[in-house]
C-alpha cells in the first residue's frame, strides 16, 4: 500500500509539469496582452510595465522564473488586481470556494444517497418514480437556470434569503448557492445509487443474509451500502473537484467572492499570473482528489488492494 | 404527457426568472412605502445613515496614480480629495485648495490650501504633499497608464519618458499651505485635471511605511470624507466617515458598501431583493421590464461618452476614398439605433465630441436631413465612389463580443445593404484580441470604438485622432486636423481655442474616418429614500452629498 501511494505521488509530478507549460506557453500565445487598453499606452510606460513584471525577458527565463516562484509558493503579482499578490488571491478565495462546494457535496452526498437508495428499496413504485422523475429534472436544468429562480422565489419575492454577496459568512448567505450547486448533484448521485442498490441487493450474498432472516434495513446498511456506494465513490473524487473548482457560474450569480470568479477575470484581462495561479492550484487539487479516491477505493473494495 | 407538462411549466418559469418577470412584490412593495418616505416632513433622515451601492466590476486598485477603472475611482471620489472637486451637478468646486489665481501667460497656478485640511489619521495636509504626489504620479516608477492626464505639467512627458528625474516637474510648495503649479502650455482644462485622481494626494509617510501594502485597509490613509475600512476582493469595500475631514460637520453618511457584480442581472436582483440601495448600470436586456415596474427609480442622464465606427483609412477600399466613407455614414439611420435597439434615451450623433459647456458641437452637414435625403446622397456618393449594383462594397465590420455591440452591427448592416446593396459581413472577436486586432489596422476595416471623456473638454476627444495618437486607430493623418489641434495647444484666449477646435472637428467630419453613431447616456436604479443624489456627465458621485431618508 506504501509503494503504491509512493508510486501514484511520484506520477503526479510530470503531470503537473506539463499541465503548467501548457498553461504558461497557451495564456501567453493568446492575441492581446494584459497592457492592451482601449487607449494605447505610451510605448515608454508599456515599456517600464513590461520589465516591471519580466516580461521583457524571453520566454524561457520567464518560465524559469515562474517554476522557481512556485517552489517558493510565490505565484507572482496580480496584473489586473495591483495591490494584491496571486498568492493572496488564491488564500482569500479558496475557502470560499471550499466551503460552498464541501457543504454542496455533503448536501448531495446525504440526500441523494437517501433519496436513491428508498427508490431501490421500493423499486417501481410511486416513491421509486417520484424520486427518478424529479432527479431527471434535476440533471437536466442547468444551475444557471435554477440559481436565479431561487433568487427570485427566495430572495426577490419572499425575501427569506439574500439574493447575493457573502455577507457576515452566515449560514443564511450559503443556503441559496449551496442549493444550486447541490441540486443536480443529488439528482446524479441519487440515480447513481439507485442503479447500484438495485444490483447489489439482486446478488448472492444479499440473498444470503436474506436467507438468514436478517432485518431489512440492516441487509442494506451493513451488507450492500458498502459494495453499492462504489461507483459513488468513484464519481466523488471528480464531482468533488468540480464542485469546488467548477462554481464559477454560481460565484457570479450569487457575487460569492471565491476562487472561480478570479479564473474568468483573469483570462479575460490576460492577468498571466493569476490565470495560470488558479490552473496550477486547481491542478494540484484535481490530482489529489483523483489520488484520494484511488485510496478510498482500496479501502472499500478488497480486490482493488490485493491486486 | 403530465410529465412534458411539468417541464414545460420549469421552462417557463425559468424564462420569466431570466427576463426578470413577475416582479410585482418588489416593485409594489417599494411604492407602497413611498408614502411614509421621509418620515411626515419628506425630509426626515434615517437613524442608520449606511448606503449600499452597485460597483461593476471589482475594483483593481485603490492606488489613485495607478486606477484606471471606474469602479476604482468611484471609491477614489469618496477616500481622496484633490484641488478641486466636484459639486453633486458635477461643477469644479473647490477641493482642498480654497482659491486660485492664474498668471497672466496662462502658465502658472498658484493654489491657497484650506489650513483645517487633515489627512484620515489627523495630519495636516500641506503643498509638500502634493508635491511629492503629483511627482509620484508621473515618475515611470508608479507605473501610471493614466500619467498623461499630467502632461500639461511643466517636464511631465520628459518625466515619464525617463528623460528627466520627477524633482524637475513644475511643481512648487511656497509655503506649507500655498502651491504654485507651472504649465508647459496654456491649458484651459487644466483645472478639471486637479479633480482627476491622478492629482489626488497620496500620504507620503504611510506609502513609505508600507510599501506594497499601503492600500490595505487600516494602512491606507486618505484626505476624503470617509476612510478606507474593509475590503474583501470580489465581496466589498467598505467606506466610514473620516472624523479629520474638514467638512466632517456635513457628512451625513456613516458609512458606504460598494459591491462589485459581474453579473448586471445579479446586481439587479440584489436591488430587488433590497440589499442595494443603488445600481451600477442596468442590464439593457431588461430595460422594459424595468421602465414597466420601477420607472419612478429608474435614473437616466447623458454621459459624456461617444460611440462610433471607425474606418481604417490606411487600406483600401477606405484608402483615400472619402465618399465611400460619407456614403455609409449617410446611409445608417441612427434613429433605429438609438429609439428602437438601445432606447434608453440615448442621443443620435452626427459629430466626434458629446455635448460640452462652452464648445460649439459640430455636426456633419447633412444632419438636418431628413433620412430620406441622407440615403440619396448616400447613394450619389457611393456610385461616385465607383460602386453599384454589379460592383457591391464587400466590407467587414468588426467589434468586440458584446450583445448590443452586435445587434447594432446587424443593423448597420442590414441599413447598408437595403439603401446601397453593400455585403458587409459582421465579425466579432473577444475583447483583448478585438483591441490587438484593431491597434494592428491590417485586418480591421470598419470596427467599433466607444470613449468615454477623462475630462470635460473636447479635447480629450479630438486629440484622439492627431496622426501621431497612440489610439487613433482609423490611421487618420491630415496635417491641417493636426495643425489646428497643436494651434489649440498653446492659444491662450479659451474663446479663440474652442474656435480652433471647432474647426479641426469641421475638417474631421469632412473627411470621415470615423462614423458617429451615439452619445451614451447613464442609467441606474436608485431607491427613493436615497437623498442627494444628481447625475452629472462625468458620472462622478461624493457620497459625502448622500443621505438615506426614513423609510
Same mark, same amino acid.
Given at each position: 500500500m506504501l #509503494?503504491?501511494?509512493?508510486?501514484?505521488?511520484?506520477?503526479?509530478?510530470?503531470?503537473l509539469l506539463i499541465l503548467?507549460?501548457?498553461?504558461?506557453?497557451l495564456?501567453?500565445a493568446?492575441p492581446?496582452?494584459p497592457?492592451?487598453?482601449e487607449?494605447t499606452?505610451?510605448?515608454?510606460i508599456?515599456a517600464s510595465?513590461r520589465?516591471?513584471?519580466h516580461?521583457?525577458?524571453?520566454?524561457?527565463r520567464?518560465?524559469?522564473?515562474?517554476v522557481? *516562484?512556485?517552489?517558493?509558493?510565490?505565484f507572482?503579482p496580480?496584473f489586473?488586481y495591483?495591490d494584491y499578490?496571486?498568492?493572496e488571491?488564491?488564500?482569500?478565495?479558496?475557502p470560499?470556494?471550499?466551503?460552498?462546494g464541501?457543504?454542496?457535496?455533503?448536501?448531495?452526498?446525504?440526500?441523494?444517497v437517501?433519496?436513491?437508495?428508498?427508490a431501490?428499496l421500493?423499486q417501481n413504485s410511486?416513491?421509486?418514480?417520484g424520486?427518478?422523475?424529479l432527479a431527471m429534472t434535476?440533471v437536466?436544468?442547468p444551475?444557471f437556470v435554477?440559481a436565479?429562480l431561487?433568487?427570485?422565489v427566495?430572495a426577490v419575492?419572499?425575501r427569506w434569503l439574500?439574493?447575493?454577496g457573502?455577507g457576515d459568512?452566515?449560514?443564511?448567505?450559503l443556503?441559496?448557492?449551496?442549493t444550486?450547486?447541490?441540486?443536480?448533484?443529488?439528482?446524479y448521485?441519487?440515480?447513481?445509487?439507485?442503479g447500484?442498490?438495485?444490483e447489489v441487493?439482486?446478488?448472492n450474498?444479499?440473498?444470503t443474509?436474506r436467507?438468514?432472516?436478517l432485518?431489512?434495513?440492516?441487509?442494506?446498511?451493513?451488507?450492500a451500502?458498502k459494495p453499492?456506494?462504489?461507483?459513488?465513490?468513484?464519481?466523488l473524487g471528480p464531482?468533488t473537484?468540480?464542485?469546488?473548482?467548477?462554481?464559477?457560474v454560481?460565484e457570479?450569480?450569487?457575487?460569492?467572492?471565491g476562487l472561480?470568479r478570479y479564473?474568468?477575470?483573469?483570462?479575460?484581462?490576460r492577468?498571466?499570473?493569476?490565470?495560470?495561479?488558479?490552473?496550477v492550484?486547481?491542478?494540484v487539487?484535481?490530482?489529489?482528489?483523483n489520488?484520494?479516491?484511488d485510496l478510498?477505493y482500496a479501502w472499500?473494495d478488497?480486490k482493488?488492494?490485493?491486486? | 404527457?403530465s410529465k412534458?407538462?411539468?417541464?414545460?411549466?420549469?421552462a417557463?418559469?425559468?424564462?420569466?426568472?431570466?427576463?426578470?418577470?413577475?416582479?410585482?412584490p418588489?416593485?409594489?412593495?417599494?411604492?407602497?412605502?413611498?408614502?411614509?418616505?421621509?418620515?411626515?416632513?419628506?425630509?426626515e433622515?434615517a437613524e442608520?445613515?449606511?448606503?449600499h451601492v452597485?460597483?461593476?466590476?471589482?475594483?483593481?486598485t485603490? /492606488?489613485p496614480?495607478?486606477?484606471e477603472d471606474?469602479?476604482s475611482?468611484?471609491?477614489?471620489?469618496d477616500l481622496y480629495?484633490?484641488?478641486?472637486?466636484e459639486?453633486?451637478?458635477?461643477?469644479l468646486?473647490?477641493?482642498v485648495?480654497?482659491d486660485?489665481t492664474v498668471?497672466?501667460?496662462?502658465k502658472?497656478y498658484?493654489f491657497?490650501?484650506r489650513?483645517?485640511?487633515r489627512? #484620515?489619521n489627523g495630519d495636516p495636509?500641506?503643498?509638500h504633499?502634493?508635491?511629492y504626489?503629483?511627482r509620484?504620479g508621473?515618475?515611470?516608477?508608479?507605473?501610471?497608464?493614466?500619467?498623461y492626464?499630467l502632461s500639461?505639467?511643466?517636464h511631465?512627458? /520628459?518625466?515619464t519618458?525617463?528623460?528627466l528625474?520627477?524633482?524637475e516637474? *513644475?511643481v512648487r510648495?511656497?509655503?506649507d499651505?500655498t502651491l504654485?503649479i507651472?504649465?508647459?502650455n496654456?491649458?484651459?482644462y487644466f483645472?478639471?485635471?486637479?479633480a482627476h485622481?491622478?492629482?489626488y494626494p497620496?500620504?507620503?509617510?504611510?506609502?513609505e511605511a508600507?510599501?506594497d501594502?499601503?492600500?490595505?485597509?487600516?494602512?491606507?490613509?486618505?484626505n476624503?470624507?470617509f476612510k478606507?475600512d474593509?475590503?474583501v476582493v470580489?465581496?466589498?469595500?467598505?467606506?466610514?466617515r473620516n472624523?479629520?475631514?474638514w467638512?466632517?460637520?456635513?457628512t451625513k453618511l456613516?458609512?458606504v458598501w460598494?459591491y462589485?457584480?459581474?453579473d448586471l442581472?445579479?446586481e439587479?436582483?440584489?436591488?430587488r431583493?433590497?440589499e442595494?440601495?443603488?445600481?451600477g448600470?442596468v442590464?439593457?436586456a431588461q430595460?422594459?421590464f424595468i421602465?414597466?415596474?420601477?420607472a419612478?427609480?429608474l435614473v437616466?442622464?447623458?454621459y459624456?461618452? $461617444?460611440y462610433y465606427? *471607425?474606418?481604417n483609412v490606411t487600406?483600401p477600399p477606405f484608402?483615400d476614398?472619402?465618399k465611400l466613407?460619407r456614403a455609409?455614414?449617410?446611409a445608417v439611420?441612427r434613429?433605429v439605433i438609438t429609439k428602437?435597439?438601445?432606447?434608453?434615451?440615448?442621443l443620435?450623433?452626427?459629430?466626434?465630441?458629446p455635448?460640452?459647456?462652452g464648445?460649439?458641437?459640430?455636426?456633419m452637414?447633412?444632419?438636418g436631413?431628413?433620412?430620406?435625403q441622407?440615403?440619396?446622397?448616400a447613394k450619389?456618393l457611393y456610385?461616385e465612389?465607383g460602386?453599384?449594383p454589379?460592383n457591391?462594397l464587400?466590407?467587414?465590420?468588426?467589434?468586440?463580443?458584446?450583445?448590443?455591440?452586435?445587434?447594432?452591427a446587424?443593423?448597420?448592416a442590414?441599413m447598408w445593404?437595403?439603401?446601397?446593396?453593400?455585403e458587409a459581413e459582421?465579425?466579432?472577436?473577444?475583447w483583448?484580441?478585438f483591441?490587438d486586432?484593431r491597434?494592428?489596422?491590417?485586418?480591421?476595416?470598419?470596427y467599433?470604438?466607444?470613449?468615454i471623456?477623462?475630462?470635460n473638454?473636447?479635447f480629450?476627444?479630438?486629440?484622439m485622432?492627431? $496622426?501621431?495618437?497612440?489610439?487613433?486607430?482609423?490611421?487618420y493623418?491630415n496635417p491641417e486636423y493636426d495643425r489646428l489641434?497643436?494651434a489649440?495647444?498653446?492659444?491662450?484666449?479659451?474663446?479663440?481655442r474652442?474656435e480652433?477646435l471647432?474647426?479641426?472637428e469641421?475638417?474631421?467630419?469632412?473627411?470621415?474616418p470615423?462614423?458617429?453613431l451615439?452619445?451614451?447616456v447613464?442609467?441606474?436604479l436608485v431607491?427613493p429614500w436615497v437623498?442627494g443624489y444628481?447625475?452629472?456627465?462625468?458620472?462622478?458621485?461624493r457620497?459625502?452629498?448622500?443621505y438615506?431618508l426614513?423609510?
Amino acid at each position: 500500500m506504501l #509503494s503504491y501511494t509512493l508510486r501514484r505521488l511520484l506520477g503526479a509530478l510530470p503531470t503537473l509539469l506539463i499541465l503548467i507549460g501548457f498553461a504558461f506557453f497557451l495564456i501567453r500565445a493568446a492575441p492581446g496582452g494584459p497592457f492592451d487598453r482601449e487607449r494605447t499606452l505610451l510605448p515608454e510606460i508599456e515599456a517600464s510595465l513590461r520589465a516591471a513584471y519580466h516580461l521583457d525577458e524571453p520566454l524561457y527565463r520567464q518560465f524559469g522564473r515562474y517554476v522557481w *516562484g512556485l517552489l517558493h509558493f510565490d505565484f507572482g503579482p496580480s496584473f489586473q488586481y495591483r495591490d494584491y499578490t496571486v498568492t493572496e488571491l488564491i488564500t482569500a478565495g479558496f475557502p470560499v470556494s471550499l466551503t460552498l462546494g464541501l457543504s454542496a457535496i455533503v448536501v448531495a452526498l446525504l440526500v441523494g444517497v437517501t433519496a436513491g437508495c428508498i427508490a431501490a428499496l421500493r423499486q417501481n413504485s410511486r416513491v421509486d418514480h417520484g424520486v427518478m422523475a424529479l432527479a431527471m429534472t434535476g440533471v437536466s436544468i442547468p444551475n444557471f437556470v435554477m440559481a436565479p429562480l431561487l433568487v427570485l422565489v427566495f430572495a426577490v419575492t419572499l425575501r427569506w434569503l439574500p439574493a447575493g454577496g457573502l455577507g457576515d459568512g452566515s449560514i443564511r448567505n450559503l443556503v441559496l448557492p449551496v442549493t444550486s450547486l447541490a441540486l443536480p448533484q443529488i439528482a446524479y448521485l441519487s440515480r447513481l445509487t439507485r442503479g447500484s442498490m438495485i444490483e447489489v441487493l439482486g446478488s448472492n450474498f444479499v440473498r444470503t443474509a436474506r436467507a438468514q432472516g436478517l432485518p431489512a434495513w440492516q441487509i442494506v446498511v451493513r451488507h450492500a451500502l458498502k459494495p453499492a456506494l462504489l461507483p459513488v465513490v468513484s464519481y466523488l473524487g471528480p464531482a468533488t473537484a468540480a464542485v469546488i473548482t467548477g462554481s464559477v457560474v454560481i460565484e457570479q450569480i450569487f457575487s460569492v467572492p471565491g476562487l472561480g470568479r478570479y479564473f474568468v477575470a483573469g483570462a479575460l484581462n490576460r492577468d498571466y499570473t493569476l490565470v495560470m495561479g488558479v490552473v496550477v492550484f486547481y491542478g494540484v487539487l484535481i490530482i489529489a482528489f483523483n489520488f484520494l479516491v484511488d485510496l478510498a477505493y482500496a479501502w472499500l473494495d478488497p480486490k482493488v488492494r490485493y491486486r | 404527457m403530465s410529465k412534458l407538462y411539468g417541464v414545460g411549466v420549469l421552462a417557463a418559469l425559468a424564462a420569466a426568472a431570466l427576463a426578470g418577470c413577475g416582479g410585482g412584490p418588489a416593485a409594489g412593495a417599494t411604492s407602497g412605502r413611498a408614502a411614509q418616505i421621509g418620515g411626515a416632513s419628506g425630509s426626515e433622515l434615517a437613524e442608520r445613515q449606511v448606503l449600499h451601492v452597485g460597483n461593476e466590476a471589482e475594483l483593481q486598485t485603490l /492606488d489613485p496614480h495607478r486606477a484606471e477603472d471606474t469602479s476604482s475611482f468611484n471609491v477614489l471620489l469618496d477616500l481622496y480629495e484633490g484641488l478641486l472637486a466636484e459639486a453633486p451637478n458635477g461643477d469644479l468646486i473647490p477641493g482642498v485648495a480654497t482659491d486660485w489665481t492664474v498668471s497672466e501667460d496662462g502658465k502658472t497656478y498658484v493654489f491657497n490650501l484650506r489650513r483645517e485640511a487633515r489627512w #484620515s489619521n489627523g495630519d495636516p495636509v500641506t503643498a509638500h504633499d502634493f508635491v511629492y504626489s503629483l511627482r509620484r504620479g508621473v515618475d515611470p516608477k508608479t507605473l501610471s497608464v493614466y500619467s498623461y492626464i499630467l502632461s500639461p505639467l511643466l517636464h511631465a512627458d /520628459d518625466i515619464t519618458a525617463g528623460k528627466l528625474p520627477p524633482e524637475e516637474l *513644475g511643481v512648487r510648495a511656497l509655503d506649507d499651505h500655498t502651491l504654485e503649479i507651472e504649465l508647459a502650455n496654456p491649458t484651459p482644462y487644466f483645472l478639471g485635471l486637479m479633480a482627476h485622481s491622478m492629482a489626488y494626494p497620496v500620504h507620503r509617510a504611510s506609502l513609505e511605511a508600507h510599501g506594497d501594502q499601503w492600500t490595505r485597509p487600516g494602512n491606507l490613509v486618505g484626505n476624503g470624507a470617509f476612510k478606507l475600512d474593509d475590503w474583501v476582493v470580489h465581496s466589498h469595500v467598505k467606506v466610514v466617515r473620516n472624523p479629520y475631514y474638514w467638512d466632517n460637520a456635513n457628512t451625513k453618511l456613516e458609512e458606504v458598501w460598494f459591491y462589485p457584480t459581474d453579473d448586471l442581472n445579479a446586481e439587479f436582483q440584489r436591488y430587488r431583493a433590497l440589499e442595494l440601495d443603488m445600481t451600477g448600470i442596468v442590464p439593457a436586456a431588461q430595460i422594459g421590464f424595468i421602465r414597466e415596474n420601477y420607472a419612478d427609480q429608474l435614473v437616466i442622464a447623458p454621459y459624456l461618452g $461617444s460611440y462610433y465606427y *471607425g474606418f481604417n483609412v490606411t487600406r483600401p477600399p477606405f484608402k483615400d476614398n472619402p465618399k465611400l466613407r460619407r456614403a455609409l455614414s449617410l446611409a445608417v439611420n441612427r434613429d433605429v439605433i438609438t429609439k428602437q435597439i438601445l432606447n434608453l434615451g440615448q442621443l443620435s450623433s452626427y459629430g466626434f465630441v458629446p455635448p460640452i459647456p462652452g464648445y460649439t458641437q459640430q455636426q456633419m452637414p447633412e444632419a438636418g436631413w431628413t433620412q430620406e435625403q441622407r440615403e440619396a446622397e448616400a447613394k450619389r456618393l457611393y456610385a461616385e465612389a465607383g460602386y453599384g449594383p454589379s460592383n457591391p462594397l464587400r466590407t467587414q465590420i468588426m467589434y468586440n463580443t458584446q450583445e448590443d455591440h452586435r445587434r447594432i452591427a446587424v443593423a448597420i448592416a442590414s441599413m447598408w445593404k437595403q439603401v446601397l446593396g453593400v455585403e458587409a459581413e459582421i465579425l466579432n472577436q473577444e475583447w483583448k484580441v478585438f483591441l490587438d486586432t484593431r491597434n494592428k489596422k491590417v485586418d480591421t476595416q470598419v470596427y467599433r470604438q466607444g470613449w468615454i471623456g477623462d475630462y470635460n473638454d473636447p479635447f480629450t476627444y479630438l486629440e484622439m485622432l492627431r $496622426s501621431t495618437a497612440g489610439q487613433n486607430d482609423t490611421g487618420y493623418s491630415n496635417p491641417e486636423y493636426d495643425r489646428l489641434i497643436a494651434a489649440s495647444q498653446s492659444e491662450r484666449d479659451p474663446r479663440a481655442r474652442m474656435e480652433l477646435l471647432q474647426e479641426a472637428e469641421r475638417v474631421m467630419l469632412a473627411d470621415m474616418p470615423i462614423l458617429p453613431l451615439y452619445t451614451y447616456v447613464r442609467a441606474r436604479l436608485v431607491q427613493p429614500w436615497v437623498g442627494g443624489y444628481q447625475s452629472n456627465i462625468m458620472d462622478r458621485h461624493r457620497h459625502k452629498y448622500m443621505y438615506v431618508l426614513k423609510h
